[in-house]
């Protein structure tokens, strides 16, 4: 039996990992796959990598492309969700914000440096022809700091994927002012390069066993009740939630590489380019 640490955001996305688990369907293929929850988002998934704490993650693009141009001794091996992340622009329920404009020069709560808040919050100011190297950030780690941290007036707005949050903003602690979407697939699966040349058969058998699982998992019965329960959403968000998520069983492709790596550079959120062999298996 091989050993691997996977981790990843406690989202409805990942629902197809904990399924297979659950079944044995990795145990079958002789793959013991233990999974951690990382409610701190991309930025730590990053480090887990880095440090050793995990073999695999389920991680945002932009995020992992950010950290191997930055020495992460990783690989994409796969994309894993196909479809644009929907990240939700909000403020405190009681704020003076009313639409997006009136926070062009506020400050932005962000899980962390590195993190899919922050990167998305510099994609949505270039998006909005704000000043980005004007960006003020406010580090609240996880989801549950971000409503402190808004609540108390730390920061003005805060990013975070429309669905997860949106019973936040129903019970009235957020207002949400905006969407923006990712302009390239929002989820990969990243592999340490140890991991990649150590177990290769194991990574090939667990992509076969998710792949398997997402190609089906829109057809599994109750699914949507089974989402709605164990993320606490409400049944009618999952199922427009569903309809906008699209599963990805290929690899990442150049030209898709090419695009997020072009506009991270621009935008200077990264100082140097790499080429497509040294992040993408």
Not at 177 to 189: A, H, L, N, Q, Y
């Amino acid at each position: 039996m091989t050993k691997l640490k996977i981790a990843g955001v406690p989202e409805h996305f990942n629902l197809p990992w904990h399924l297979s688990i659950e079944n044995g369907d990795f145990s079958k293929k002789g793959i013991d796959l233990q999974w951690t929850d990382v409610p701190e988002g991309t930025g730590k998934l990053c480090q887990m990598l880095r440090d050793g704490s995990t073999d695999i993650a389920v991680i945002l693009t932009e995020g992992i492309i950010k950290d191997i141009t930055a020495g992460n001794d990783s690989k994409i091996v796969q994309v894993f969700v196909d479809s644009p992340l929907i990240w939700g622009i909000h403020v405190a329920s009681g704020s003076k914000h009313e639409k997006l404009s009136d926070v062009e020069h506020g400050k932005v709560a962000i899980s962390r440096l590195g993190s899919g808040s922050h990167l998305m919050a510099i994609v949505n100011a270039k998006n909005e022809g704000w000043d980005t190297k004007s960006l003020q950030y406010e580090i609240i780690n996880t989801l549950n700091g971000a409503i402190e941290g808004l609540t108390e007036g730390r920061a003005d707005y805060f990013m975070w994927e429309h669905f997860m949050t949106k019973p936040i903003v129903d019970k009235g602690i957020f207002r949400r002012i905006g969407d923006c979407p990712t302009p390239w697939p929002c989820f990969v699966i990243a592999v340490r390069n140890e991991v990649l040349n150590n177990n290769p058969e194991a990574i090939v058998q667990l992509l076969q066993v998710i792949n398997n699982k997402t190609t089906s998992f829109k057809e599994i019965p109750n699914i949507d009740q089974t989402l709605a329960e164990r993320y606490h959403q409400k049944i009618e968000d999952i199922r427009e939630w569903l309809k906008i998520t699209e599963w990805s069983q290929k690899k990442l492709e150049e030209n898709t590489f090419d695009k997020v790596q072009n506009q991270l550079f621009e935008l200077d959120i990264i100082n140097n380019k790499i080429a497509f062999e040294t992040a993408v298996q």
